[in-house]
Nanobody
Framework: QVTLVESGGGLVQAGGSLMLSCTTS????????MGWFRQTPGKENNIVAG????????YYADSVKGRFTISRDNIKNTVYLQMNRLKPEDTAIYYC????????????????????WGQGIQVTVSS
């Protein structure tokens, strides 16, 4: 069983920054591509950013390009999402997710590709 625990959410004013962290209890010898998703009431859970096991390949939704940065530290089993220049429309519950892979550079872009999910953490951006 793999568990993912998000932290770092909260309330911030528009234009501000937050960093989300996701710590995983991954299985030894298994590689995981990681991703951050977000969901608002009545809408689907959509990808925000994804990163390969190696950390060399990344993917960003158009709405966050240039503002958000995903990174990972495999020694600490942690993936990060640095969010800058936040907007009220970034308000959502953010979920961390892990996708098993046998490829160093694979980035999973779709919800169905992920095997494990965190509980989610609220991010609220006030105007």
């Amino acid at each position: 069983q793999v568990t993912l625990v998000e932290s770092g959410g909260g309330l911030v004013q528009a234009g501000g920054s937050l960093m989300l962290s996701c710590t995983t209890s991954r299985r030894t010898g298994v590689m995981y591509a990681m991703g951050w998703f977000r969901q608002t009431p009545g809408k689907e859970n959509n990808i925000v950013a994804g990163i390969s096991w190696s950390g060399d390949s990344t993917y960003y939704a158009d709405s966050v390009k240039g503002r958000f940065t995903i990174s990972r530290d495999n020694i600490k089993n942690t993936v990060y999402l640095q969010m800058n220049r936040l907007k009220p429309e970034d308000t959502a519950i953010y979920y961390c997710a892990a996708a098993e892979t046998d490829t160093y550079y694979y980035v999973a872009q779709f919800r169905e590709q992920y095997n494990y999910w965190g509980q989610g953490i609220q991010v609220t951006v006030s105007s």
